[in-house]
Structure formats: C-alpha cells, structure tokens
C-alpha cells in the first residue's frame, strides 16, 4: 500500500482524490500497488464531505509520518507550498504538484534534494494541465535535440482572443463573460498580464536547455492592449492573434543561446496553433531530427489537471526509493535580449500618416480594408525589436497598435 497525503483541498486538490477513488482499480492497478489516500491538509473544516475523516489541519502529522511515501502538494504560491514541498522532500517523500509558480521559482533546487534523498519531484500538471508534457520532453524526446517549443498555454487569455476574433467584441466585455463563466479568475492579472504563460514557458525552457530559465528574465507582454480593429487586419491577412509563449535557440547548432518571450502574434491561418480555440492549451515542439510535433488538449479545470497529478503519483509508485531522470540544473541558461531578436511586425497607424510609417520603415507591405478609413495596416520587413522599437517611439500617437509577426 503506498499512502498520500493531498496538501490543499481546493479545485484540484479535491479532484486528485475524486480521480483516485473514482478509478481505484485502474489506478491501482497501473501503480502496481494500491494507493491509499492517508490524510488532506486544510486549514478549512469539509462537514458532510465523503472524507471529512482525513482532514488535517496540522502539516506536521504529515511531514512526520513515516508511512507517508507520496504528497500532492495542489496549495498553489511559493510561501507555504514551498516550505512543505521542501521538508517532504527532506524526509524522503516524492511530491507531485500542479503549482507552477512554485515549480518556476525553485524547480532546480527542489529536484536537487529529490535526487539527494531518493525520492522525486514531478509536475507534469504545472504546463499543460491535462495535456502531457513534460514526460515528452524528459523519455519521449531525449533523441532530440529540442531547438524550438511555442505554445498556447493559458485558457483564459485563448478563450478572449478567440471570442474578439469572431464576434469583433470589446476585451472588457469579454473578460467580464470569461468571469461569469468561470474561465478568469475574479483578479485575472496572472493571466491577462501574460504572467501565468511566463511561468509555465519558462519550466518549458528550462527542460528544453536542461539549465535555469528564470521567469523574472522572461519578456512578457498581455493581452490588455488588443482592440477590435486589431482582428479585422488580422482577418484581412490571413491571420489571428493568440498570445503565444516562445522559446527558440538563436543559432542552434552553434549554440544555445535562446530567445525566450510571451507576447500576443499574429500567426497564420495554416499554422496548427492558429486552430487551437477557446479555452483549449496547445504546445508545439520542434526537433533536430523529429522536426515538428503538437500536445494539444484542456490546459486547465478540475478533473484534467487532478488527472495529471494523480499520473505522476503512480509513476512515485512505480519508481520507490528511485529518482527519475530530469534534467535541469541551477546554472542560468543564457537568454538572447529581447531587443536583439529579429522578426517583422505588424502596425496600424492612424488614416493620412502612411508616408510617415513608409519612410520609418522601407520595404514594407501596405495593408487596407475596403471602406475603411480611419487607419490602415503595415507590415514591416524582418528587422531587430530594438530598432523598431526605436522607430515606433519617433512615430509616437501615428502608431495605434503594434504586434508581432510569427514567421511561417
């Protein structure tokens, strides 16, 4: 019998215990073992829930419990998450977790002490949620040498932009049904900022390098600043707008010098991630010898992340007194600055300063929608973001919106 305790009875903690209830004798089955739910951590009382008997309030009783082998750490933030994950993990206790802001924050070290006491520290719920990920890139694709990964990593952000590119409404509007329905949070900051993509492309990146990809060093851009005009051109070009998370080596059989970045792109409508709606995830990989391969699938919700936890429990259980392979050590990956990436990018400028956006940047392709007559689209030819960036602030109120261009 292998015992666990879930720290955090929330969305996904309480879903970690219905998924290994519900499908006890496959679960088991698959671990080898039978898995045991011993105790969940909350500071909250659950009467009439089918397991107020395992409520504990006191992490102590867990941490300290030597027949304890697994913990579901599901509390989220890195104060007492990461204190817990860190002393589990000290006693020799694997923890799986879907908190990837503590993953980002101290993957490195935590996978330290894993591989220092025996036991492992697995999250492949912190990317993708439902969609498998990590164990790609750690067994799957360790032939590879990964040279690109561009994903659709948040729900919330996807599920706007999806909405703004068919119905033309407002962002405001739409965040506010993306509240109603629940798929953003009441203070949907970490999301709409980009903030929540940063963290999960940087565990990404990290796995890529097998080095640190900080997610402070990771330029990132939200979505707040897109309006409805911005879909219209998008539309007239072929294109849509998804707010991607990028990781590319620059030069990759040189070396590994990689361009990290979250931002909102134009990409086009041929492209698999242009297809990818709503409050669906995608991540697509690219490979020296593979070439291209997609994971697609609900990157969030209840059930398809506790689905993933609860994965990794059984491969703890498979792999007693064994710490699985993981590649990702402290030394900081080096990161290309922001300013010296190269790519063409899109503007739309305010009806008669054409011949202004023309001379800032020569060679470019016009862009007009029949009848319309308060500004006009233009995409620049393949230039560094520093010097357009440059050219953009000598331009200043002519320039209405600007976007980045993924290239086909």
């Given amino acids: 019998m292998i015992n666990i305790a879930v720290l955090g009875y929330g969305t996904v903690g309480s879903?970690?215990?219905e998924v290994i209830e519900k499908n006890k004798e496959m679960v088991n089955k698959k671990a080898g073992e039978e898995l045991y739910?011993?105790?969940?951590?909350?500071i909250r009382e659950f009467p009439g829930d089918p397991y107020e008997d395992k409520v504990v309030h006191d992490v102590d009783?867990?941490?300290e419990d030597r027949e304890v082998a697994v913990v579901c750490e599901t509390m989220g933030g890195v104060g007492a998450a990461y204190q817990f994950t860190k002393r589990a993990l000290e006693n020799g206790k694997s923890v799986c977790t879907s908190n990837k802001e503590l993953v980002a924050a101290h993957g490195p070290e935590l996978l330290g002490i894993a591989r220092a006491k025996h036991c492992n520290y697995l999250f492949e719920a912190s990317v993708g949620g439902g969609i498998p990920i990590i164990r790609p890139l750690n067994y799957s694709l360790t032939a590879e040498r990964i040279e690109a990964i561009t994903g659709?990593?948040?729900?919330?952000t996807n599920y706007i932009l999806t909405k703004m590119g068919k119905e033309g409404a407002e962002f405001e509007e739409v965040l506010k049904e993306a509240q109603e329905k629940g798929y953003a949070e009441r203070n949907p900051q970490a999301d709409i900022e980009g903030h929540d993509a940063c963290r999960k492309i940087a565990i990404l990146s990290s796995l890529m390098l097998g080095k640190n990809v900080p997610p402070g060093k990771v330029y990132t851009e939200g979505i707040t600043k897109l309006e409805p005009a911005d879909f219209l051109y998008a539309k007239a070009a072929g294109k849509t707008i998804k707010l991607l998370a990028m990781s590319r080596m620059v030069a990759p059989k040189e070396s590994d010098v990689t361009a990290v970045l979250v931002a909102p792109f134009l990409i086009g409508e041929g492209h698999p991630l242009s297809m990818v709606n709503n409050v669906f995830n995608a991540v697509f990989v690219r490979?020296?010898?593979?070439g291209d391969s997609m994971y697609y699938g609900q990157g969030a919700g209840k059930l398809p992340t506790a689905s993933a936890v609860v994965s990794d429990v059984i491969d703890c259980a498979r792999h007693q007194g064994k710490s699985m392979m993981c590649f990702w050590e402290k030394e900081e990956a080096q990161l290309l600055e922001i300013g010296e990436t190269q790519r063409s990018f899109f503007v739309r400028g305010k009806a008669g300063t054409l011949e202004q956006v023309k001379t800032s940047f020569p060679g470019g392709q016009l862009l007009e929608i029949p009848?319309?007559?308060?500004?006009f689209g233009y995409f620049t030819e393949t230039m560094k973001e520093k010097d357009f960036t440059a050219k953009c602030k000598t331009l200043g109120g002519l320039i209405l919106s600007r976007l980045r261009v993924m290239p086909t």
């Fill in 371 to 375: 009848g319309r007559r308060e500004d």
């Fill in 61 to 63: 009783l867990i941490l």
């Fill in 15 to 17: 879903g970690v215990v």
């Fill in 152 to 156: 659709i990593l948040n729900g919330t």
């Fill in 287 to 290: 490979g020296n010898m593979l």
């Fill in 37 to 42: 739910i011993k105790y969940i951590l909350d």
